[in-house]
Structure formats: C-alpha cells, structure tokens
C-alpha cells in the first residue's frame, strides 16, 4: 500500500528565492531589494495590497511567488499554478483549481472546492505558505438547468453589500490540481469576464457570475452547442 504522502498532491516552489517581497505595514513591495512603482510589471494590485495588510497585519514580511509545481498523487503527473497580474512576458495568470474540503468529517474527504488563485506567498515569520483565492459554491438546481452531465456550475462568492468578490486566503496545501474552466455572467456571454486581482470597482450586483467546471476538454464542444442552445431566443 501506498504511503499517505502519495496519496496526496505535493507542491514546491520553482525557484529558490520568491519573486517579490512585500510589507504589509508598510504597503512596499520590492523585488532584488529594489522598490516596484505601481507603473511597473511587478506591482500588487490594490486589492491585494489591500488584503494582505489587513490580514496580516502583524507579520513582519511577505514573500511572493508567481507560481508553484503540484507533484499529482498515483503518478498522475505535475501541473504548474501560476497566479499573476503579469507573469513574465506571458500577461496575466490566474489558474483554476480544485481545494481540498475545509470540513474534516470523513465523509466530505472525497469533496472539493472551485477557486481561483490570485496570489501565492509565504509569511516569513513562520514560514506558512499560504494561496489567496476567490472561491464558489454550488450552483442551486435552478442556476444548474442548462448543466450537462459533462460540467459542474458553480457560482462565485459575492459580498451582498458591496457587490465586490469575496477573498480569503488558505493553506496552500489545499491546492489539488489545475482545472479548465468556462467563466460567464448568468445572463450575458459579451459582458466581460471581472479581474478581482486588479479591479474593485467593477459591479457584480448582476444575476451572478459562474464558472462550468470541464470533467473531459474533448467533450467542451458538445457542452458549448447545448449552452448557446439554452441562450437562443425561440421566434
């Protein structure tokens, strides 16, 4: 019988040293000792800036990453999560990913969360690694009438008064792997799809915002058809 850690994902850093490091007393981020401008690639949005001092408020110092590896259990392979206004020359990265169940009842051992990644750090003063998320939860049956048995629909966290995404950060060993997603508004396919990374002042006081989660990439086409179908206006 396998070990526990091979049941489990694995994760490490793909760098020795992180790419930023950030105060949260201060606000300053810098990177290689130098102070990065909001004008610069790699500053924090405000946002985040915003979260992390609040949070964590006591803690001496923040190091940032733009990415980590998850080693998958069973040698199903590894996968990269990425999360960044600007990762290199690549532009922005926000991976979507499956966390483990909060609940340590036996019984939800087998249960998931959709989330998406907006930062991933260590607290320097006790060496916690920690990812920031924006997470779901499932759709009710009647957000899930155009679901398919292909996807998963969940509906993503929104503050009922200000109408601005919900954040908070978890343990990054919660992070299972990296998943595919197709992201929409309720009741639009054209409006844009919110960055809450880089933007609070957007407005989700619409119908909701939701992602179908993708169980096999090659049947997306066949849920693609059945979706814009739900949305056809009948003559």
Request: hydrophobic share 30%; glycine share 2%; charged share 20%.
């Amino acid at each position: 019988m396998g070990s526990e850690t091979e049941n489990r994902t694995q994760f490490h850093f793909t760098r020795t040293s992180p790419h930023l490091h950030f105060n949260p007393r201060t606000q300053v981020v810098t990177s290689n000792g130098n102070i990065c401008s909001d004008h610069t690639k790699t500053h924090l949005s405000v946002p985040v800036k915003q979260y992390l001092s609040f949070n964590h408020r006591h803690c001496k110092g923040i190091e940032i990453w733009k990415e980590i590896r998850l080693v998958l259990p069973d040698n199903q392979g590894k996968q990269s999560v990425r999360a960044y206004h600007h990762y290199d020359v690549f532009g922005s990265f926000f991976d979507w990913v499956h966390l483990s169940h909060p609940s340590r009842d036996p019984k939800d051992e087998d249960k998931y969360i959709v989330a998406k990644v907006l930062l991933l750090y260590r607290l320097s003063d006790s060496n916690e690694t920690m990812a920031l998320v924006w997470q779901g939860t499932p759709a009710t049956e009647a957000d899930t009438k155009w679901e398919t048995n292909i996807s998963a629909r969940w509906k993503m966290q929104v503050d009922r008064v200000s109408k601005l995404p919900i954040l908070l950060h978890v343990p990054m060993s919660r992070i299972e792997r990296c998943i595919k997603v197709h992201q929409h508004w309720k009741d639009s396919q054209t409006t844009p799809i919110p960055s809450p990374a880089s933007n609070v002042d957007f407005n989700m006081s619409r119908t909701g915002f939701f992602v179908d989660e993708l169980y096999f990439p090659y049947q997306w086409p066949l849920h693609f058809i059945q979706y814009q179908q739900s949305y056809e206006i009948e003559e």
